[in-house]
């Protein structure tokens, strides 16, 4: 801060008032202990403004939350947290869940994208068969996850009208908050 006071692009004497006591805030990394309080305060925040049935994390989603390096601070936690709950359809909050938000989609020197095992989409069926639609919803929610819940361009790179997809979000929004 002191530097952008000697080249000129903020007040002197506005730092020094604002300097009277300098707090030092470690980066969310290295403070392991606020993470879950942090997340669960985030839960509470995004379940209630969201009407979500989301109202828990699993332990290992918790513990996949405390491994996570936070580049982006709490900043980063709380848009994690709040995807996972627009998202989410069941009570608890499981890593299978907060593992597509947490996708770095990063690029290579030559521009193409590195994939990750994680990247890969699967959907799971216990005894019966998925219909297409619930097939099709759930890789829309995951292409939307993996783009950082970024809609606009999740849209274009499904090669479908922005509107077609949030058409298909909310009709299915729809469906699991009457179930």
Known sequence: MF?????????????FRL??????IPPLRDRKADIRPLAEFFLRKY?????????T???AAIEYLLKNEWQGNVRELENTIERVVVLSCRPEISID???PSLIRKSNNQDGSKEHHEKDLFAVSCKNELLTLEEVIHKYIEFAVQ???????????????????LYKRLRSNECKTSHS
């Open 146 to 164: 993996v783009n950082g819940g970024a809609r606009d361009q999740t849209a274009i790179e499904l090669g479908i009208d922005r509107k077609t």
């Open 3 to 15: 530097l952008e006071v000697q080249e000129g692009r903020f007040r002197e004497d506005l730092f």
């Open 57 to 59: 994390f699993s332990e």
């Open 97 to 99: 869940e907060i593992i």
């Open 19 to 24: 300097n009277v006591i300098p707090i030092h």
């Open 47 to 55: 379940a209630q403004a969201n009407g979500s049935r989301a109202k």
